[in-house]
């Protein structure tokens, strides 16, 4: 189990959960699990996430107004390219293997079934099915499939450990449903809606992306008051939507209660969008869904976790491109 090795001593989880769940898209988009102590892979890794810091920081946030200027000018700004032609040249190197390996009648993951879209069916250019556009979609399945969900199992940790009633009605959840005579399965979320309110609260409450990404007004639209032209490029705040006191009992408390019916079902709301909405919603969050659920069931069902002696979690977030926990460390006891 993940974290075992660490039983009796304060830890950083970050990495560890970090290191799992990136595992799980790299076998969809590489066709491999990489050791956790594999060099190029905790390069990889660390790049991602300096990256999408710097992406995020007032540095990036210059650049992207005044790219003109800053991009002749000195800073960490710099960094976030030369990181990315880092990670682009390791995907390279796994594109030029899978096509030395490539066999049409079996792809073994999302690179092979790229290539043999490319390779066996004439398309347009303006479709995207080349080379170079392959780099970018499985840079941004890798990076979308790694900082996100980690940074959720974060919080959910924090979030937990500073309400340990909570923590203590999850784990009696899960014992009733799924006890400890087998793994949990996707098969349980329905049984559990404690949990499941639990979870979506972590995902509301958490905010770890803010701001979506950029859209385009694909006609002219008006916004309650607000004319929107034809080609306006908008930034949607999901945080605005995630902590509205008109939809949210109590916006600014973690309360599972937002996802709870009076009988305790779980319940949806419409507010609820961490993954944005309509036909531009996030690709992975049906696998996103699944992975939480697995990971923080699989976690809460082994273990019982609480902060250091004589210290405070802090939750307080560091805004980037995601949101992120400061670092921190906390302590695994065996249920």
């Not at 960490?76 to 030029?96: A, R």
């Not at 790694?146 to 937990?160: A, F, K, M, Q, V």
């Not at 699989?298 to 979690?313: D, I, V, W």
Request: charged fraction near 25%.
């Amino acid at each position: 189990m993940l974290f075992l090795p660490f039983l009796g001593a304060a830890f950083d989880p970050t990495i560890l959960l970090y290191n799992a769940v990136s595992n799980i898209i790299c076998q969809m988009v590489f066709g491999q699990r990489f050791d956790y102590a594999d060099h190029q892979f905790k390069t990889m890794l660390k790049y991602i996430s300096k990256s999408i810091q710097l992406e995020g920081s007032v540095w990036g946030q210059i650049y992207e107004a005044f790219p003109a200027i800053m991009k002749h000018l000195p800073g960490p700004h710099n960094d976030i390219f030369s990181n990315y032609d880092l990670l682009k040249s390791f995907v390279h190197e796994v594109i030029v293997k899978h096509k030395a390996k490539l066999d049409p009648s079996e792809p073994r993951d999302y690179i092979d079934t790229f290539l043999i879209e490319m390779k066996e069916k004439p398309h347009e250019r303006v479709n995207g099915f080349e080379e170079p556009n392959l780099v970018a979609c499985v840079l941004d399945l890798f990076l979308a499939g790694t900082e996100s969900t980690s940074n959720t199992l974060c919080w959910g940790l924090i979030y937990l450990i500073m309400y340990p009633d909570v923590q203590e009605k999850v784990q009696e959840e899960i014992d009733r449903v799924i006890g400890n005579s087998r793994e949990p399965s996707i098969a349980d979320k329905p049984n559990m809606p404690y949990t499941e309110a639990v979870i979506h609260e972590i995902m509301r409450f958490g905010d770890v992306i803010p701001l979506n990404g950029l859209r385009v007004a694909a006609r002219d639209t008006t916004l309650g008051e607000c004319f929107i032209p034809k080609g306006t490029t908008v930034l949607p705040i999901l945080h605005s939507v995630l902590f509205d006191e008109n939809e949210w009992e109590t916006p600014y408390k973690f309360n599972p209660g937002h996802f709870l019916d009076k009988e305790g079902k779980f319940v949806r709301r419409d507010a609820f969008m961490p993954f944005s909405a309509g036909k531009r919603v996030c690709l992975g969050e049906q696998i996103a869904r699944i992975e939480l659920f697995l990971f923080f069931v699989s976690l809460f069902r082994k273990f019982r976790f609480s902060a250091t002696e004589g210290e405070k979690l802090n939750m307080d977030g560091v805004i980037g491109i995601t949101r992120t926990p400061h670092p921190f460390k906390i302590c695994a006891t065996a249920r």
